[in-house]
């Protein structure tokens, strides 16, 4: 079984070399020209910030299926994983490496629009190229909440037991959700969950949730909804908390972290952490983008939320279609730049304790 907080060791290698590597070659404004004359006969490369497999890739992936019929000029739209440092790889790939011109999105883990305020990645800012502020946001294809599950055979049918029985989590790197989450359970909660951490990806931990390696898991919905239905119809896992600001109507029966928290504190501790769930599947352009391309993206991507080929696909496969356009999503950045100083500072403070840095 892995170790707890062995998840960061080798990326944050990759990380420094990433960092140091040809920062400015992607950097330059692109040249103006209409948006269609610009996309067509190009391609679009969407990088996704985590692994195959897991609910970042299926929701990435979904879009990409339709997106291109919507924007002018109708470019191939190509999908590259790039996952490691919890997002972090890919945001510097983005903004250092990467064309800025309106050929590559970026679908980052959720932490990262966190990470301006909570700074965990890199407390000392060295590995983080990017700045959020300068950044174009395009929209989510969905809100969803990360839940706490567990399977079948663990002792826990209920929260009550996750502060009774000792489950132990997967996850995959000290940083990421599927860590902090339990974490602050126990912290704030009572809880008395064992993370191990290590593990690529979500396809690696429920193969070592099915081989009795770990019990259960920390994910977003879409996860067990959209990658394991079967999982869910035969009763194999069961969820015992949500994190979101309220409950969602198919898990109207299990309670939310904030209202389980025994203090206004930490209700709102948990309120700020929920901020970045609203985002979910963030999709983004780095800066210099024309303006007119901008534009056009945001308008193609709010065109596939509609499109009727697109929700039944996302209907098919168990995936939400509660998605918001670029204004909430920058509304949404704008509260996590405007929440109290002492509520980031103590979160921050716990979760220095934990590893998650």
């Avoid at 949404?332 to 109290?340: M, W």
Wanted: charged residues 20%; without cysteine; hydrophobic residues 45%.
């Amino acid at each position: 079984m892995r170790a707890y907080h062995r998840g960061l060791g080798v990326v944050h290698t990759w990380v420094a070399l990433l960092a140091g590597s040809v920062f400015f070659s992607g950097t330059l404004p692109a040249h103006a020209q209409p948006a269609d004359e610009f996309y067509r006969g190009k391609g679009i490369e969407l990088l996704i910030g985590a692994a195959p497999a897991g609910g970042y890739d299926v929701a990435g992936r979904t879009l990409a299926n339709h997106l291109a019929r919507h924007i002018p000029g109708r470019p191939a739209i190509v999908v590259r994983n790039m996952p490691g440092a919890t997002g972090l790889i890919m945001m510097n790939y983005l903004y250092g490496v990467a064309k800025h011109d309106g050929t590559v999105l970026g679908m980052p883990t959720s932490n990262i629009p966190l990470e301006p305020r909570l700074k965990l990645l890199s407390p000392d800012g060295i590995n983080i190229k990017f700045d959020l502020r300068q950044a174009s946001w395009i929209g989510t294809p969905l809100q969803e909440p990360q839940v706490t599950w567990v399977w079948h055979t663990a002792p826990a049918w209920t929260f009550t037991d996750l502060k009774v029985q000792s489950i132990s989590m997967g996850a995959t790197a000290a940083s990421s959700d599927n860590a902090i989450l339990p974490f602050l359970m126990n912290q704030v909660l009572g809880t008395r969950m064992r993370v191990f951490t290590g593990y690529l990806g979500q396809n690696e931990i429920n193969l070592a949730v099915e081989r009795g390696e770990v019990q259960g898991n920390n994910t977003g919905l879409s996860n067990l909804m959209a990658n394991k239905p079967d999982w869910l119809k035969s009763n194999k896992v069961r969820i015992l908390v949500q994190f979101g600001a309220e409950r969602v109507p198919v898990l109207k029966d299990i309670p939310t972290a904030v209202e389980l928290s025994p203090s206004v504190a930490d209700r709102a501790l948990f309120q700020f952490y929920a901020l970045k769930f609203n985002m979910a599947r963030p999709l983004l352009v780095p800066p210099d983008v024309p303006s007119e391309r901008t534009a056009a993206l945001r308008a193609s991507f709010e065109a596939t939320m509609k499109d009727e080929e697109y929700l039944a696909e996302a209907r098919r496969i168990g995936l939400d279609t509660n998605w918001l356009g670029a204004d909430a999503i920058t509304s949404l950045f704008n509260q996590i730049e405007e929440t109290p100083q002492p509520v980031v500072d103590r979160l921050r403070g716990m979760l220095a304790g934990s590893g998650a840095k």
